[in-house]
């Protein structure tokens, strides 16, 4: 506080006001909810007045942003308002975690090879158009290995003793109806980001609000909401989002919505006991009893204290989702429209014995991902939340 | 509160349970259109039928024109009799068809158990009582890649090496060989691996994080004080505490990756058990199959969760039975 | 053979291996156990004496713990020679153990009865009703109320003190000839420690049993040993018997420990400054940065020798040796010799030492002394 602005003792304080609804939100919850209210606005100009096949943008690049675009724009938005910019602005506490979260050499290169899967899954398909048939150039190998030329229909690279070499010009080769496997695997990775950040941050948003309201409101809204989510725990995760799929179509935009809507149950209950704890503790008590209001002291006392657990969870969470939306292209049972690596591993089975890199490489890609996206977790786990062990 | 009060309120929550979930399956199902209407519809509309006529008459058949309330509980008490219908795809009772394909799921599942709780608890013992040792990080990191390997391409690749490049194991499965036999315990090999591998990290991960709570309590130094050996500790003193924990641990999450799992692997390995059952109703839109194969991973799931809790009574002395 | 103690322990050392460097938990103790006599193992938390204790039957944890030297002979025998099997033969069958907190001490899981024929039946071989029947025994003898009811009843459902006087039953299951007692009645209330105090004193001679209680208050100590021994950072300060240690305390240590007594007339505070670094402890003596006698001779070499004063009676001070002059340290009357340690008999709680308060699991395995 600044020597020139009118002293606020704590007795001046008004906590009615302070309680009411709109000084719940900080600075940053501003900003959040203005970017947001533009986000929105734009959705409604491309959704209202725009055909649904006119490119939403023509410059600099032609893009027609879907549904599930707006979606991870949303989240992205919401990462840089409530990951990024907390980080940078407690910028003591950030470099503390960073050097408990450093002491683990294999979480930092996994953080480095997210992000890299991140950038490259977002910008990538902006620069490359989607994948074409093109059964000209099918199964040519990938740069560095050999196959035997009767294997692609004819060989883009140089054929040496019975053997096609692969190029530069598809490094990891190509499927059996020619698409680049590299830009299969790019475009992967923008599904992958798409379906395990929306999916986490639904599962973040209502599973926080549900448990720090069951927690703070207690009594039969708790009894109400945690039985609900007892019915909902007791689906088991894959069987719900089968049937609800089987029902309700494969679009990814449906998935996510119904990883999301349905997979909060253990995030609303470890949120509820961690508040509860914490709801005992002085602070609380101190700040209930000083007449604030049920949602300043959930907003501004609950939440931020739960939200080390949360981002941990909210870490460790990502990964399922990734797999549970590979698993289920897999089986054919996935958005046809989008090229994500569960469909691409799909693909390659049949051609197992004689075009390996089709199914493996993709699958290589999946794999480190949520291995490295574990390996964060994990590590997150012992920066930010030093109490629970492994 | 008595322990048997107890038990029994948890028995009548699993049915509540059941019930709701019946309840919200029916919901769901008379909200969406009928994927096989719908295709009758538009075989009629493209044949030059009336696409109305042909789901008129195809709810009829079905008895979907009648009230809400008479097709809800009818519904239930097919449920109840365990009439659940007529599989379409396959000309046979849905719980003919189900019937038919447990033992092919339990063949594998089975074995699969034992090994992944024998070798996870064993395994995690190890590491909790030589932790930072070499291979406590062996076993660490083997953890992490059993969770992180997507099953389903493990099985590829792993069909790919053993089968197709070695031949060690056949590629196709064969469900004409005796269940309980050298021949199935040969084919079953890749599969158990498989699922061993994805379920194993978690027993092993967990069993390690609880026995380490226990290792260093003082009721084992009473223990060691009174001249038990370090096999008896570790049974008797660790085991035994870190069991109550575990045992919730290794019902409500291991049980659900290992369902998951074992669906991907009956269909990468075409084993004819529910997984693969459920994933052709599925493709054949065969509802009444596709419900009911669902349904019995969620029952499987809602005793498993009740066998836990009963459980839970059992090994814990100290559960506070007016709790829940 | 009467004559040799039953337990002599010659410079034991005890280290830690930890992150922040090795830890001397215990460096160089000696005293003897004689049979039938109660010897009390006295110091502030986190001097070491825990882990004396328990490296007697080598219960330390290890790794990060290691019994790095010295000789332990229990009976004649070197329990530092001993195979497994053979120690585990001596834990609980011939030396028994209590800990300081009973809360701990029992496995939550298993009913109290379970846990006392196990203790009996790892090293007898005895029918189960047999040992039931003796557990039942044991547990109407430490005063359980209806020991036959209770004795399929869980830890949780007795309370603090009737779950050490489960915990002194297990110990006792199998007549041991030694009981190694670590703060016993640290963590129950004032009445019930007195309680406690009074069962082990009249097992002891019951079952005719060496007791080696580890304390911090001297006020225990008063009433119930016979010899004394004062440790401080890992090392012997001064030991003797108990008279002559109460009568004339000799280490600046002992007498400043004695002046924390309540009706000493000495500073109720506790002692200035707190314990030295265990991974690096100073030089010469290690009380001498706390020591308001320390001379340049304290702070050079290596903790002095045990100089005897009596027949059993020694002191670690360079005050005391060939070019000391013990009136430096006894010309400071504050330290009264006026109570001796036959009237000790009303002494509160707060005669613990220490410079802050004291917290009972302070002294944990690790033998750290970090504030």
Same mark, same amino acid.
């Given at each position: 506080?600044?020597?020139?602005?009118?002293?606020?003792?704590?007795? +001046?304080?008004?906590?009615?006001?302070?309680? &009411?609804?709109?000084?719940?939100?900080?600075?940053?919850?501003?900003?959040?909810?203005?970017?947001?209210?533009?986000?929105?606005?734009?959705?409604?100009?491309?959704?209202?007045?725009?055909?649904?096949?006119?490119?939403?943008?023509?410059?600099?690049?032609?893009?027609?942003?879907?549904?599930?675009?707006?979606?991870?724009?949303?989240?992205?938005?919401?990462?840089?308002?409530?990951?990024?910019?907390?980080?940078?602005?407690?910028?003591?506490?950030?470099?503390?975690?960073?050097?408990?979260?450093?002491?683990?050499?294999?979480?930092?290169?996994?953080?480095?090879?997210?992000?890299? %899967?991140?950038?490259?899954?977002?910008?990538?398909?902006?620069?490359?158009?989607?994948?074409?048939?093109?059964?000209?150039?099918?199964?040519?190998?990938?740069?560095?290995?050999?196959?035997?030329?009767?294997?692609?229909?004819? *060989?883009?690279?140089?054929?040496?003793?019975?053997? *096609?070499?692969?190029?530069?010009?598809?490094?990891?080769?190509?499927?059996?109806?020619?698409?680049?496997?590299?830009?299969?695997?790019?475009?992967?990775?923008?599904?992958?980001?798409? %379906?395990?950040?929306? +999916?986490?941050?639904?599962?973040?948003?209502?599973?926080?609000?549900?448990?720090?309201?069951?927690?703070?409101?207690?009594?039969?809204?708790?009894?109400?909401?945690?039985?609900? %989510?007892?019915?909902?725990?007791?689906?088991?995760?894959?069987?719900?989002?089968?049937?609800?799929?089987?029902?309700?179509?494969? &679009?990814?935009?449906?998935?996510?919505?119904?990883?999301?809507?349905?997979?909060?149950?253990?995030?609303?209950?470890?949120?509820?006991?961690?508040?509860?704890?914490?709801?005992?503790?002085?602070?609380?008590?101190?700040?209930?009893?000083?007449?604030?209001?049920?949602?300043?002291?959930?907003?501004?006392?609950?939440?931020?204290?739960?939200?080390?657990?949360?981002?941990?969870?909210?870490?460790?969470?990502?990964?399922?989702?990734?797999?549970?939306?590979?698993?289920?292209?897999?089986? &054919?049972?996935?958005?046809?429209? %989008?090229?994500?690596?569960?469909?691409?591993?799909?693909?390659?089975?049949?051609?197992?014995?004689?075009?390996?890199?089709?199914?493996?490489?993709?699958?290589?890609?999946?794999?480190?991902?949520?291995?490295?996206?574990?390996?964060?977790?994990?590590?997150?786990?012992?920066?930010?939340?030093?109490?629970?062990?492994? | 509160?008595?322990?048997?009060?107890?038990?029994?309120?948890?028995?009548?929550?699993?049915?509540?349970?059941?019930?709701?979930?019946?309840?919200?399956?029916?919901?769901?199902?008379?909200?969406?259109?009928?994927?096989?209407?719908?295709?009758?519809?538009?075989?009629?509309?493209?044949?030059?039928?009336?696409?109305?006529?042909?789901?008129?008459?195809?709810?009829?058949?079905?008895?979907?024109?009648?009230?809400?309330?008479?097709?809800?509980?009818?519904?239930?008490?097919?449920?109840?009799?365990?009439?659940?219908?007529?599989?379409?795809?396959?000309?046979?009772?849905?719980?003919?068809?189900?019937?038919?394909?447990?033992?092919?799921?339990?063949?594998?599942?089975?074995?699969?158990?034992?090994?992944?709780?024998?070798?996870?608890?064993?395994?995690?013992?190890?590491?909790?009582?030589?932790?930072?040792?070499?291979?406590?990080?062996?076993?660490?990191?083997?953890?992490?890649?059993?969770?992180?390997?997507?099953?389903?391409?493990?099985?590829?690749? !792993?069909?790919?090496?053993?089968?197709?490049?070695?031949?060690?194991?056949?590629? #196709?499965?064969?469900?004409?060989?005796?269940?309980?036999?050298?021949?199935?315990?040969?084919?079953? #090999? !890749?599969?158990?691996?498989?699922? #061993?591998?994805?379920?194993?990290?978690?027993?092993?991960?967990?069993?390690?994080?609880?026995?380490?709570?226990?290792?260093?309590?003082?009721?084992?130094?009473?223990?060691?004080?009174?001249?038990?050996?370090?096999?008896?500790?570790?049974?008797?003193?660790?085991?035994?505490?870190?069991?109550?924990?575990?045992?919730?641990? !290794?019902?409500?999450?291991?049980?659900?990756?290992?369902?998951?799992?074992?669906?991907?692997?009956?269909?990468?390995?075409?084993?004819?058990?529910?997984?693969?059952?459920?994933?052709?109703?599925?493709?054949?839109?065969?509802?009444?199959?596709?419900?009911?194969?669902? !349904?019995?991973?969620?029952?499987?799931?809602?005793?498993?969760?009740?066998?836990?809790?009963?459980?839970?009574?059992?090994?814990?002395?100290?559960?506070?039975?007016?709790?829940? | 053979?009467?004559?040799?103690?039953?337990?002599?322990?010659?410079?034991?050392?005890?280290?830690?291996?930890?992150?922040?460097?090795?830890?001397?938990?215990?460096?160089?103790?000696?005293?003897?156990?004689?049979?039938?006599?109660?010897?009390?193992?006295?110091?502030?938390?986190?001097?070491?004496?825990?882990?004396?204790?328990?490296?007697?039957?080598?219960?330390?944890?290890?790794?990060?713990?290691?019994?790095?030297?010295?000789?332990? @002979?229990?009976?004649?025998?070197?329990?530092?020679?001993?195979?497994?099997?053979?120690?585990?033969?001596?834990?609980?069958? =011939?030396?028994?153990?209590?800990?300081?907190?009973?809360?701990?001490?029992?496995?939550?899981? @298993?009913?109290?009865?379970?846990?006392?024929?196990?203790?009996?039946?790892?090293?007898?071989?005895?029918?189960?009703?047999?040992?039931?029947?003796?557990?039942?025994?044991?547990?109407?003898?430490?005063?359980?109320?209806?020991?036959?009811?209770?004795?399929?009843?869980?830890?949780?459902?007795?309370?603090?003190?009737?779950?050490?006087?489960?915990?002194?039953?297990?110990?006792?299951?199998?007549?041991?000839?030694?009981?190694?007692?670590?703060?016993?009645?640290?963590?129950?209330?004032?009445?019930?420690?007195?309680?406690?105090?009074?069962?082990?004193?009249?097992?002891?001679?019951?079952?005719?049993?060496?007791?080696?209680?580890?304390?911090?208050?001297?006020?225990?100590?008063?009433?119930?040993?016979?010899?004394?021994?004062?440790?401080?950072?890992?090392?012997?300060?001064?030991?003797?018997?108990?008279?002559?240690?109460?009568?004339?305390?000799?280490?600046? @240590?002992?007498?400043?420990?004695? =002046?924390?007594?309540?009706?000493?007339?000495?500073?109720?505070?506790?002692?200035?400054? =707190?314990?030295?670094?265990?991974?690096?402890?100073?030089?010469?003596?290690?009380?001498?940065?706390?020591?308001?006698?320390?001379?340049?001779?304290?702070?050079?070499?290596?903790?002095?020798?045990? @100089?005897?004063?009596?027949?059993?009676?020694?002191?670690?001070?360079?005050?005391?040796?060939?070019?000391?002059?013990?009136?430096?340290?006894?010309?400071?009357?504050?330290?009264?010799?006026?109570?001796?340690?036959?009237?000790?008999?009303?002494?509160?709680?707060?005669?613990?030492?220490?410079?802050?308060?004291?917290?009972?699991?302070?002294?944990?395995?690790?033998?750290?002394?970090?504030?």
């Amino acid at each position: 506080m600044s020597a020139d602005e009118p002293a606020e003792t704590f007795e +001046s304080v008004d906590w009615d006001e302070t309680g &009411s609804r709109f000084s719940t939100l900080s600075r940053r919850d501003r900003g959040a909810i203005a970017s947001l209210a533009l986000v929105a606005a734009a959705f409604g100009y491309d959704y209202h007045l725009l055909s649904a096949d006119r490119p939403t943008l023509t410059w600099p690049i032609r893009w027609n942003v879907t549904q599930l675009d707006w979606l991870f724009i949303v989240t992205l938005l919401a990462l840089l308002f409530y990951v990024a910019v907390p980080l940078y602005s407690n910028r003591r506490l950030t470099a503390h975690y960073w050097a408990e979260f450093r002491k683990n050499s294999l979480a930092v290169v996994s953080l480095v090879y997210l992000a890299a %899967v991140f950038l490259v899954g977002v910008v990538g398909p902006i620069f490359l158009s989607k994948p074409q048939l093109a059964l000209a150039q099918s199964h040519q190998p990938p740069v560095y290995t050999a196959v035997n030329a009767a294997v692609p229909v004819n *060989c883009l690279g140089d054929v040496a003793s019975g053997m *096609c070499h692969g190029t530069w010009a598809h490094p990891l080769g190509t499927t059996s109806d020619g698409k680049d496997v590299l830009v299969l695997v790019v475009y992967g990775m923008q599904v992958s980001m798409k %379906v395990g950040l929306i +999916s986490t941050l639904l599962v973040v948003t209502i599973g926080t609000t549900v448990g720090t309201v069951a927690a703070y409101a207690g009594g039969l809204v708790d009894e109400v909401l945690m039985r609900y %989510v007892d019915v909902q725990l007791v689906f088991p995760a894959f069987f719900l989002y089968l049937l609800l799929n089987y029902l309700f179509g494969g &679009s990814l935009f449906m998935f996510i919505v119904i990883f999301g809507l349905t997979g909060w149950g253990s995030m609303a209950r470890l949120v509820r006991s961690e508040a509860l704890q914490r709801s005992e503790e002085a602070y609380i008590t101190a700040a209930d009893s000083a007449g604030a209001g049920t949602l300043y002291v959930i907003r501004r006392h609950l939440v931020p204290n739960v939200s080390n657990s949360v981002i941990t969870a909210a870490t460790l969470l990502i990964p399922g989702f990734i797999l549970f939306e590979a698993a289920l292209s897999f089986l &054919s049972l996935g958005d046809p429209t %989008v090229p994500s690596w569960g469909q691409v591993i799909a693909a390659g089975r049949s051609d197992l014995g004689t075009a390996w890199w089709v199914s493996t490489l993709p699958g290589l890609f999946l794999f480190t991902t949520i291995l490295a996206f574990n390996f964060v977790g994990d590590a997150l786990r012992d920066a930010l939340d030093p109490r629970q062990e492994t | 509160m008595s322990m048997r009060w107890y038990v029994v309120r948890r028995v009548l929550w699993a049915v509540v349970a059941t019930y709701l979930i019946l309840s919200v399956t029916w919901g769901l199902l008379a909200l969406t259109p009928n994927p096989a209407a719908e295709q009758l519809q538009f075989r009629a509309a493209a044949s030059g039928g009336s696409a109305e006529a042909a789901r008129e008459a195809f709810e009829a058949r079905r008895g979907l024109d009648r009230p809400l309330w008479d097709r809800y509980s009818d519904y239930m008490v097919n449920m109840v009799t365990l009439n659940w219908g007529w599989s379409d795809s396959r000309s046979q009772p849905v719980m003919e068809a189900i019937a038919g394909a447990i033992p092919y799921t339990a063949v594998y599942s089975v074995p699969t158990t034992i090994l992944s709780v024998l070798l996870g608890l064993s395994i995690g013992l190890y590491s909790a009582t030589h932790q930072y040792t070499r291979t406590d990080y062996a076993a660490t990191f083997f953890a992490f890649f059993g969770y992180a390997i997507p099953n389903f391409w493990f099985a590829i690749v !792993l069909l790919l090496v053993f089968s197709v490049q070695l031949g060690w194991f056949p590629v #196709v499965f064969d469900p004409d060989v005796p269940l309980v036999g050298f021949a199935m315990a040969h084919q079953l #090999v !890749l599969p158990v691996v498989v699922l #061993v591998t994805g379920t194993i990290a978690g027993v092993m991960r967990y069993s390690r994080a609880e026995a380490l709570e226990y290792v260093q309590a003082e009721f084992v130094k009473t223990a060691k004080a009174k001249g038990a050996g370090e096999f008896r500790i570790l049974t008797r003193h660790v085991l035994r505490p870190a069991a109550v924990p575990l045992m919730t641990i !290794l019902i409500g999450d291991i049980l659900g990756i290992f369902l998951a799992a074992s669906y991907l692997v009956e269909v990468v390995f075409g084993i004819p058990g529910l997984g693969q059952l459920s994933y052709n109703a599925i493709l054949a839109q065969d509802t009444a199959l596709v419900l009911g194969t669902t !349904l019995i991973f969620t029952f499987v799931a809602v005793i498993g969760n009740l066998i836990q809790d009963i459980a839970y009574t059992i090994l814990d002395p100290r559960i506070d039975y007016g709790d829940r | 053979m009467a004559d040799e103690p039953l337990l002599s322990v010659r410079n034991l050392e005890t280290k830690f291996h930890t992150d922040e460097g090795v830890v001397r938990a215990v460096d160089g103790v000696s005293f003897d156990v004689r049979r039938g006599e109660t010897v009390c193992l006295v110091g502030e938390s986190g001097s070491g004496k825990t882990v004396t204790g328990e490296s007697l039957t080598r219960l330390v944890r290890s790794p990060p713990g290691e019994v790095a030297g010295g000789e332990i @002979y229990f009976d004649g025998r070197d329990v530092l020679d001993m195979s497994d099997a053979e120690l585990r033969d001596l834990r609980g069958g =011939r030396v028994g153990h209590i800990f300081q907190n009973p809360q701990g001490a029992l496995n939550p899981v @298993y009913p109290v009865g379970w846990q006392i024929v196990e203790a009996i039946r790892l090293h007898e071989e005895v029918p189960k009703a047999e040992a039931r029947a003796r557990a039942v025994d044991l547990l109407n003898r430490v005063g359980i109320p209806e020991a036959t009811r209770r004795f399929d009843d869980y830890p949780h459902e007795f309370s603090g003190g009737m779950k050490q006087r489960v915990a002194i039953a297990m110990a006792l299951a199998t007549n041991p000839a030694l009981l190694v007692a670590d703060e016993p009645t640290t963590a129950l209330d004032v009445t019930i420690q007195n309680q406690i105090l009074r069962l082990l004193e009249e097992l002891q001679e019951e079952f005719d049993m060496s007791v080696l209680l580890i304390t911090h208050d001297l006020g225990v100590v008063a009433e119930v040993a016979d010899r004394v021994v004062v440790v401080y950072a890992g090392k012997v300060m001064e030991r003797g018997d108990v008279f002559d240690v109460f009568e004339n305390p000799s280490h600046p @240590y002992t007498r400043a420990l004695l =002046r924390c007594l309540p009706g000493r007339g000495g500073r109720l505070d506790g002692i200035d400054g =707190r314990l030295p670094s265990a991974t690096d402890p100073p030089p010469g003596c290690r009380f001498h940065p706390r020591c308001d006698h320390a001379v340049d001779a304290c702070r050079t070499g290596g903790q002095p020798p045990l @100089y005897a004063l009596s027949d059993d009676h020694d002191v670690s001070c360079v005050h005391y040796g060939p070019d000391g002059d013990p009136e430096v340290v006894r010309g400071d009357e504050s330290a009264g010799s006026a109570v001796g340690p036959g009237d000790g008999g009303h002494v509160g709680d707060d005669a613990h030492v220490g410079d802050g308060g004291h917290d009972p699991d302070g002294e944990s395995g690790d033998g750290g002394n970090e504030p």
